[in-house]
């Protein structure tokens, strides 16, 4: 039975934080009012962001009451872009590109290296939820093969060298979080 | 529009400017072969198997998508367009199982038929097939989704003709997966529809899932029973076996579709608890009987009954959804005995219109014309669980005009409404009586007097004037009364109302009625104040008194009052209490058990031959599908062989065309009886008790219906009834 | 005669920003619009004249179809730009967005008072979010200039330009698959007609461009139709951003006329990398057949001499392959991206890219059957020109080209379980 109390916006309201309500409503604003889908992948993508990169059944529920928008279309949206991910992956997906030019220029290197670095597989999730390793097809940086991309940063023209960097600076700024609260609470008990 | 001229393999045609090519081919009796294109549902073009030869055209061309052109040449048969489809069809089975011995589809399937014409017997596909994992949708629909080849017809039908969207394609490539949601999911309440749909195997009718093979069973054309569109079907049986229901086209009445409701309720006949022999009770313990003696003490009780007093202390109460036969007979029978108490309407508060009405009932327009209107206001009219069929023409109006709203519900509608009103129950007749007043101010020349004094002191506000002006300004505009509104204490009002709105605005009004039949009921006399096609009758009870004063006698007609009925506890008490009470009925597990004394079992729909009359006053006839089982019998013969009993005289029919006939000719001798309805008494809030807050739900509303197991198991069945107001105290 | 179009900033400090797109010239076009000095007939002549062919692939003259949107039809109406850029081996978009922004700004808001359209979207694929933020900013930097917004510059003209964002779908810079992303909906192609100019973006007229596109306009206007014809050929006119990639020294973006010989562009690329012998050459993204070496060293770079040679300039993206290239391998990896990005919707491209991918793959790991090649050549002729959008022709074209060219490769890997090439 309908349930008039029932605030359909009200639901996501409660799963993001306030900023990312704010971004998806500015996204909203771009297309004409009386279209309610356009902003589906801007919403999932706020979305996914803040879940740790990946999307879960109540969360694109909430995406389609918030958005009034039939629950298949959110999942259809959402399982067609690769972008999506639909199961649990790390907190950092490094997606290596292995499409004609990188190949030529070595992504095969890049893949091993990071598959030895972390000791995972293509396609796999480091055991500490930290790492998620995958192919992806022609990112448009070519010139720059071969290439990754890791937290929404192109890295390109890769060496042995530059991935060894790439993933200590990852692990440097996961130390760098991981202390502040234990600090904030020895400061506290003093 | 204008037409163009056109060649299809050689023979010339005309055709509409804008349609397509495939169109003017089915329309000339060509085939050009398809699988994703529907003449009801938009335009996909992604299986590719039409494809044709045009010579204007270096490539072929897709004919459902490719629209005519002066001086055409169209050719479906050469080398450039059978190449074209044989390679469809090659990639078509590259991810097809070759299951069809296994396939309920099998025999009736469009790839298989197709196959045999242009596929290759010898696969060049060596890889291996894709297998989709398969998912529960739900107690009607079965899937196997690794048959799908992807034509959407079932996703488009969803979004376009029902406007609810629950099926969906997902994922991409060769991934994508017919879907829904979450599993289980299914609820829309003509969702039987995707199963003729879907071209293959993938999705298929649980309840007869393996039950017959196409090629096994016959099919019989019927009439629908349950609601009073009188759908067109063909009742698919093997071996005096229901198999399954499925639509029969008809495009004035239910177009391709069928509702879920009209599509699995055969199920209460093959899986119900049926009667199939006549039982007498003696000494509280039920005892079968032979048709002979069940019918001696039937006869031998009604006398008693109804001969000590003279007709007033027994009663007969008649389905809504009972062949016109059938009441025919029955009021013929009754009033033979000078006993006038019959009625079938047990849902009824308002009986000040009795004596006063047409003969004729429902709507005054084709249903069909519903397709086409500028403006639809609808009072108190749940479509979607009341007439699903009549909520998707509906729903198509609204693609250009406006569909508007004064219901006392927690609406659901698959349809945009352009003005909602949702008065407490209490105030419906008040708050329609606004939109009257709002009308007489535009277009003040049409009421007479005594109207506009009745109508003194209602006031309009902006929304009444919006509508009334949608409905005076539409060139086609109309006012469809729910159900609900039968039901109502101020029913009479409420008609009136809409009768006066219709003629300030010039549109065409219409009132939708319980069950199949209720039009055929009336014309066939089965009410106290008036005999077949509206002759005359001494006064007799009608439902509420019968149920409400309570009688010694009642002779129950395919009808539990004590389910169906306004007055249901009432019933129950009434029933309980009598000294005799006679059950003629399908099933042995209603309440009846307790309160009857005889039970005889007579046919359900589908078993018996009969003429539904539907709500747009058209008779339908029908001859029966299947026999009905054992010992139990068309309710019409028993019906005769009891009139024979009490030595009745004119009952010696040897069909049931017979009786139609004798109807038919009394009602084409009367003609149109219409006496004007009177004003009715003053606008009041309406009595507390007397408003229902509850309508009968989707799968509640006849006797086969409530025992139809699938329907029974879905989601719909246990979130109806639905609430009438939300506006309540 | 390099960068005098899309990256005529290039050379400046942040060349991004609208200081420096201004003094290079920028936004003059659009005050000389303002200023009513140039009606939209006069733009539409000189774009004709201009010769400038559709960036995207498909090389359909600009001005043409500028020409075909319904300018006086009431109603919204919307300019689209196609910054999905998807085709492998091309990354040209990508640095006008990230240091240009401001010229497709400018073309897009002409392209706006040209087609009477006042809202425009540039659509970005999902993974560019460096060149969203710069987009972002000079959006914000032209709102604040008055150059976007209500009448702009004191005109009648308004023009919104709003940036969308993808995620992750190829298929969406097939234009009416963009057009529905952009609704919100998966990336799968309508069937044309209707074509965009009558029924695009949620139903109204919509004109679709590439990028470079585009930002090639105002460049145009400032000098002239003939100017930029000049830069070029007859009928190729003016530079083409050439994104080279693949076994050359210096991969990159060269913004050289049409009509430049292949060889000065692989010298321009620093020639092939370690010195190796070059072998052949994807001359327009990975959609285009392959040409062998001893052809590519004949032509000229522009769209009629490669579509003459079998292939097609396409987005202009340039992958230079030398010796020890393996084309089985090659042909796999082509054949797998379209697999992947088949939309599903139809049937010959959700079923065929599937099939030619498995084969070549079978191929591959040593389990190549004789008859596989034909058959192959088959499938990819079977999914040619009967599909609802091109892509069943982009995945089937340059199966066809490897098989073409180099058919003896794949013959060699099926009898003996390896490459021809020696590693
Ligand atoms: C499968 C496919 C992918 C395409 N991808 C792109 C693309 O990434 N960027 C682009 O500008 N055009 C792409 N196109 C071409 C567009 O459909 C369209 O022709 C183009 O955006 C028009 O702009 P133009 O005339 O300026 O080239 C693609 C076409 C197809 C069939
Ligand atoms: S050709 Fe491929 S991508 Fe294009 S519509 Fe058909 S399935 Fe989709
Ligand atoms: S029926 Fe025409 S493409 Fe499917």
Known sequence: ?190 | MGKVHLEIDGKPFEAEVGSMIIEVADLAGIYIPRFCYHKKLSVAANCRMCMVDVSSIPKAVPASATPVAEGMQIQTKTEKAVSARKSVMEFLLINHPLDCPVCDQGGECELQDLSMEYGDDVSRFTEGKRVVKDKNIGPLISTDMTRCIHCTRCVRFGQEVVGIREMGAIGRGEHMEISTYIEESIESEVSGNIIDLCPVGALNAKPSLFKARAWEMRQSPSIAAHDCLGSNVWVHHRRGDIIRVVPRENEAINEVWLSDRDRFSYQALTEGERLLKPRIKRHGEWQEADWQSALSFVASEMKRVIGGSQGKNFGGLIGNSVTTEESYLFQKLLRGMECNNIDFRTRRRDFSGDGRSSVRSGFNFPMEELDHMDATLLIAADLRHEQPLTALRVRKSTGFGNAMAINPFDGEYNFKLAHEIQPDPHFLAQEFARVIVAADKLNPDVLHAEAKEWLNGVESELVHEEIAKKLLHGEKSCIVLGVYVQEHPQAQTINWLAESLASITQSEWGYMTQGCNAAGNKIAGAVPMQSAAGGKSKAGKNAKQMLLEGLQGYFLFNCEPDVESVWSKEALNSLNNASFVVAATPFADGRALDYADVLLPIAGCYETSGTYINVEGTWQSFAAAVKAPEESRPGWKVLRVLANLFELKGFDYESSEQVINELREKFDAAGENKVARKIPPPLMQVNESEVSRKSLGLYQVDSIVRRAKALQQTPKASTHPISVSRVTT | MANEVCFRTLHLDEPWSLEAYESVGGYSALKKIVAGELGYEKIIDELKLSALRGRGGAGFPTGLKWSFMPRNMPGQKYVVCNSDEGEPGTFKDRDILRFNPHQLIEGMIIAGYVMNATVGYNYMRGEFYEPFERMEKALQEARDRNYLGEKILGSDICFELHNHMGAGAYICGEETALIESLEGKKGQPRFKPPFPANYGVFGRPTNVNNTESYASVPVILENSGQWFLDLGKPNNGGTKIFSVSGHVANPGNFEIGLGTSFKDLLAMAGGMLGGKKLKAVIPGGSSSPILPAETMMQLTMDYDAIGKAGSMLGSGAVIVLDETTCMVNLAAITAHFYYEESCGQCTPCREGTGWMSRVIHRILNGQGRADDLDNLDRVASNIMGRTICALGDAAAMPIKGFLKHYRHEFEYMIEHKRSIVAE
């Not at chain 1, 919403?43 to 740790?52: D, I, P, S, T």
């Open chain 1, 1 to 190: 039975m309908t349930d008039l109390s029932y605030d359909h916006k009200q639901h996501l309201k409660t799963l993001l934080p306030e900023p990312a309500i704010n971004e998806i409503d500015h996204w909203i604003k771009k297309y004409p009012p009386e279209r309610k889908r356009p902003p589906i992948i801007a919403a999932l993508k706020v979305v996914q962001e803040h879940n740790g990169n990946y999307l879960t059944e109540e969360l694109m529920q909430a995406v389609g009451e918030y958005l009034d928008v039939p629950q298949i279309a959110v999942f259809e949206v959402a399982t067609f872009y690769s972008m999506f991910h639909l199961d649990k992956v790390g907190k950092h997906v490094i997606s290596v590109c292995n499409n004609i030019s990188c190949s030529l220029r070595g992504a095969d290197n890049v893949i091993e290296q990071l598959q030895n670095r972390l000791n995972i597989k293509l396609g796999e999730t480091t055991d500490d939820g930290l790492y998620t390793i995958k192919t992806v097809e022609c990112m448009a940086a070519c010139g720059g093969a071969p290439m990754l991309e890791v937290d929404k940063v192109y890295f390109e023209n890769l060496t042995e060298e530059k991935v060894d960097q790439i993933l200590s600076d990852i692990a440097a700024l996961e130390i760098a979080k991981q202390k502040k609260p234990a600090d904030l609470s020895a400061e506290v008990k003093k």
